[in-house]
């Protein structure tokens, strides 16, 4: 973009000093001069900007169906997001999925406990083509508060090492089965914390009737220092009651052996 | 059955479709899942699934490189390194930022999944992180 602005002050600057250097002599001059022929045309008659590529229809098709439902921009705070009417809907839809998983509830404010602060965070989703398909407000704690031996214990989780993944793919072609791949919507609302956590209300949803309220959490939230680690528990423990066996070596492996045969 | 576990992505696979089909069922009634049916893309790695075999590349990953170290206008060379190459310490020419410099190794460090004929020259590279020419 600024390079296009420096190049088409420059052109403009060209064009204005042509007419202009033969002032004293315009009397005598043809008129027609000045309409000298130009090869490209006026960048400052360009009004989208060149970046931004072709349109085609079938893009255009996609753009049209979200464009009117989607804010553009990504707000960089809550107050600046209340004032959207779209981003009011992400946030609710964000506190609606944490009544559905019944992620807190609402306690009376306990002493000598530290209250973490919430925060939101908003992004634009943005599709295979570079348009806006979603806006996403989500709420997170910010887990820098958290005190650790009182707010959280143990915050390792194991992951997978690009190497045991290559190696099951390995094994998939020598075994000539299919791999297939799914991922769970808002895997931290599943599962269950076992230390007590009280976060503040919501930023921009603060209900005065509860001011001397607090939330407290049943279920991990996104900031939450051992919130990776529950979900692996949640989820191992899930496996493991229905006859999965854990990896010895790579503990986020789980085998189901049906007689002999994988 | 076997599962692989990648924070919220589950790989998984079976002898028998049934199986699939029966853990995706039971996976679904516990959570809320979405199912994205074959493995082709898991952390950078691009996965082909064909009656021939599996094939694994990671161009995406490669060309998201090149556009962060912007390198992606740089003329494309057959062979990397010499075997005979020796890094020196060579006070002559002027220090680059070492920490775009160690981030380059690691990044091709994860590369080396799909890669391993750059893992010489990597190495080699990595062995040498201080003060960076």
Known sequence: MEQNNTNRSEIRAETVSKPGSPNNQAEDRPILRTWKHQKSHPLDQILTDLNSGVQTRSRLKNFCAFYAFLSHIEPKNVYEALTDSDWIVAMQEELHQFERNQVWHLVPKPKDRTIIDTKWVFRNKLDEQGTVSRNKARLVVQGYNQEEGIDYEETSAPVVRIEAIRILIAFAAHMEFKLYQMDVKSAFLNSYLKEEVYVMHPPGFENNEFSNHVFKLDKALYGLKQAPRAWYECLSNFLLENGFRRGKVDNTLFLKLRGNIY | ?133
């Open chain 2, 1 to 133: 059955m076997i599962v692989q576990v990648y924070a919220d992505d589950i790989i998984f696979g079976a002898t028998y479709e049934n199986l699939c089909n029966e853990f995706s069922k039971m996976m679904k009634s516990e959570f809320e899942m979405s199912m994205m049916g074959e493995l082709n893309f898991f952390l950078g790695l691009q996965i082909m699934q064909t009656s021939n075999g599996i094939m694994i590349h990671q161009q995406k990953y490669i060309k998201e490189l090149l556009k962060k170290f912007s390198m992606d206008s740089s003329k494309p060379i057959d062979t990397p390194i010499s075997p005979s190459t020796k890094l020196v310490m060579d006070d002559g020419s002027s220090s680059i930022e070492e920490r775009t410099y160690r981030g380059m190794i690691g990044s091709l460090l994860y590369l080396t999944a799909s890669r391993p004929d750059i893992v010489f020259r990597v190495g080699l590279c990595a062995r040498f992180q201080s003060k960076p020419k």
